[in-house]
């Protein structure tokens, strides 16, 4: 079993939907959480990071952390086809530097 | 704010090269970690370098290694290539300390022909 698992979808939606995207997780070592969008032929770039449980949001994104249930969410509100890519979940335990453990990544399609 | 950069961005070897990627992280930027990313594994810790050290290690075969240089510009390098070691390398650099947001750059497409 992996240490994050992640849907890989594909997930389609219409312009303007609410988006629900979710990771769970079994190493309850992890303490820091990250959201990240790459676009075909790109990097990974950051949307998120959280420490611990608790809500983050900036502008059309919010990430919710639930350590007790070793559950992750990041919500996109108003999708636009511009949000079309593929979210990767991250996350690390914090004592042993910088090491990411990844989601398999969703791929979200939001229709116009 | 100039973004991470690796070089190149693509290569095509055969079996039993060597290669080496290059990777210059955000100017301030001490960390560097590198990963793999394939369709069947997904993205994948290599291994990270602060300060020219390796801090921490993913499970790898000794074939791949790094270094970093004094003005924390990394190097990764892959001997004795495999037709599996075609991926997606990607370079991420972060502020100093642990636990740091770290960004990526574009990466390095691999082709192991």
């Known amino acids: 079993q992996k240490e994050v698992e992640q849907d890989p979808g594909p997930l389609s939606v219409p312009e303007g939907a609410i988006v629900s995207l979710n990771c769970t997780y079994s190493?309850?070592?992890?303490?820091?959480f990250m959201w990240y969008r790459q676009y075909s032929r790109k990097g990974p770039e950051l949307l998120m990071y959280t420490y611990s449980s608790g809500n983050k949001e900036d502008g059309r994104f919010t990430a919710q952390v639930d350590k007790s249930s070793k559950y992750i969410s990041l919500f996109i509100r108003d999708s636009q086809p511009s949000d079309s890519a593929t979210y990767l979940c991250?996350?690390?335990?914090?004592?042993?530097?910088?090491?990411?453990?990844f989601g398999a990544g969703t791929i979200l399609r939001v229709k116009s | 704010k100039a973004g991470v950069t690796q070089t190149p961005r693509y290569l095509i070897k055969t079996r039993g090269q060597q290669v080496t990627l290059s990777c210059s992280p955000i100017s301030g930027h001490r960390s560097v970690s590198w990963y793999q990313q394939t369709p069947g594994q997904g993205l994948q810790f290599l291994f990270e370098y602060f300060s020219e050290t390796q801090r921490n290690k993913g499970n790898f075969p000794g074939r791949f290694s790094g270094r970093q240089f004094s003005n924390s510009r990394s190097e990764m390098n892959v001997s004795t290539l495999e037709l599996g070691d075609s991926a997606l390398y990607l370079c991420?650099?972060?502020?100093?300390?642990?636990?740091?947001?770290?960004?990526f750059g574009d990466g390095t497409r691999l082709s192991i022909l």
């Open positions: 190493n309850s070592a992890f303490q820091y």
């Open positions: 991420a650099s972060s502020p100093v300390g642990s636990n740091q947001p770290q960004h």
């Open positions: 991250a996350m690390s335990a914090g004592e042993y530097g910088n090491k990411l453990v």
